[in-house]
């Protein structure tokens, strides 16, 4: 199963932006990023599968998920930040074969430790 480490959280300003890393022992076609806030779900937020793109509509627009399959790599670049973006980041792989990568977190069969995003007003 495929270990997951996330890097790059921390403390910013609203408005400002963050870049998330997520360091992985081998490259998975289909890996996600989901967030959970305190006495919230779990949500997702962006999923990569094979190059493609899909993001939640909260962070449409400000958040872009990439992948670096050359360094094992997951990143999520988050720009705009706002107050509502403050959880518990969360990178996720899905290591069964075929093409259904949804945006749910029971999809998933590796998770990261998670890494705290605080966003002030």
């Known amino acids: 199963q495929v270990q997951l480490v996330e890097f790059g959280g921390g403390s910013v300003q609203a408005g400002g932006s963050l870049r998330l890393s997520c360091a992985a022992s081998y490259s998975s076609d289909c890996m996600s990023w989901f967030r959970q806030a305190p006495g919230k779900e779990r949500e997702g937020v962006a999923r990569?599968?094979?190059?493609?793109?899909y993001y939640a509509d909260s962070v449409k627009g400000r958040f872009t998920i990439s992948q670096d399959n050359a360094k094992n790599t997951l990143y999520l670049e988050m720009t705009s930040l706002k107050p509502e973006d403050t959880a518990m980041y969360y990178c996720a792989a899905r290591s069964f074969s075929g093409s259904w990568c949804p945006l749910l977190a029971h999809a998933y069969n590796a998770w990261g430790q998670g890494t705290q995003v605080t966003v002030s007003s």
């Open positions: 990569i599968y094979r190059g493609g793109t």
